[in-house]
């Protein structure tokens, strides 16, 4: 169990990437309640509840993707290869709901959303301006660039058989033999499939690591295509550094979420388990 023994005596601040977490539910929980919103639901409340469990802290930020994104204005095709229509308008609706209406109904004061912000903008916002010790919950390695020593990242389990993995800013210098903050400049010469961000033909990760650290080869072909693709990546470098620019401040304050608000909550959904 990781709890709060990762920063002292102090509980961290679980930064909950919401729309990550709740994504992973609406396809794992697909089979359960009326449709698929409902299961996405129980999920959602399931893990953020197993969440404060692990963690040893009910200290819970939670950061909301905006539906349409201001990297769109630099790059036309970003995230267009995502889930259809019908399905991204249902989930944006129960998002809302969750956002608007049963996050605070439960006393969670810190809800961040920003329109043409992302989830991982609004992350890496609170760690810039808030102090202490910070768990980002999400699967996104984006988020990799914010590891410090007082950051960390808790990437739930992907399937049945995971068992989830715990990263710190150690743990990636011993993976990948560079600093967090230089995670940013690999992925803008890899690219990024899942936000259809397209990279350097040819060139994954090791090579673009090699690249930056002056080990690669002049000679070799994936050196010569990434010194050829300086403007592509330069164009990439502002997708996918965080936060995207002019994010807003999101500044923590101190709640109290209330029990008795979460057992009459789950009550109403009809999911008497989680009360």
Request: glycine share 6%; proline share 5%.
């Amino acid at each position: 169990m990781i709890q709060r023994t990762l920063f002292g005596e102090d509980a961290p601040w679980l930064v909950v990437d919401a729309n990550n977490l709740g994504c992973r539910a609406w396809y794992a929980m697909r089979n359960v309640g009326a449709d698929r919103a409902e299961g996405m639901l129980y999920g959602f409340f399931r893990d953020v509840r197993a969440l404060e469990r692990q963690f040893g802290t009910n200290k819970l930020a939670f950061c909301f993707d905006s539906r349409h994104s201001l990297r769109r204005q630099i790059y036309h095709d970003y995230k267009a290869n995502r889930v259809s229509e019908e399905d991204a308008g249902s989930r944006h609706r129960m998002f809302k709901t969750i956002r608007r209406e049963y996050l605070p109904r439960l006393g969670y004061a810190n809800v961040f959303h920003h329109k043409g912000y992302e989830a991982d903008d609004l992350m890496a916002s609170v760690v810039q301006h808030n102090q202490g010790g910070f768990v980002l919950v999400s699967t996104d390695k984006d988020l990799y660039q914010l590891l410090s020593p007082t950051v960390r990242i808790w990437r739930p389990p992907q399937g049945p058989h995971s068992p989830g993995q715990h990263v710190t800013d150690r743990s990636f210098k011993k993976e990948y033999g560079i600093r967090p903050r230089t995670w940013a400049k690999v992925k803008a010469i890899t690219g990024c499939s899942t936000d259809n961000v397209a990279g350097v033909r040819g060139v994954g990760e090791k090579y673009a690591i090699a690249y930056l650290n002056g080990t690669l080869n002049k000679a070799t072909k994936a050196f010569q295509a990434i010194v050829a693709s300086e403007r592509q990546t330069m164009q990439n470098r502002v997708l996918v550094r965080l936060p995207y620019p002019d994010c807003p401040e999101c500044r923590l304050q101190d709640d109290q979420p209330d029990q008795r608000a979460w057992n009459k909550l789950m009550t109403e959904l009809d999911m008497p388990s989680l009360t």
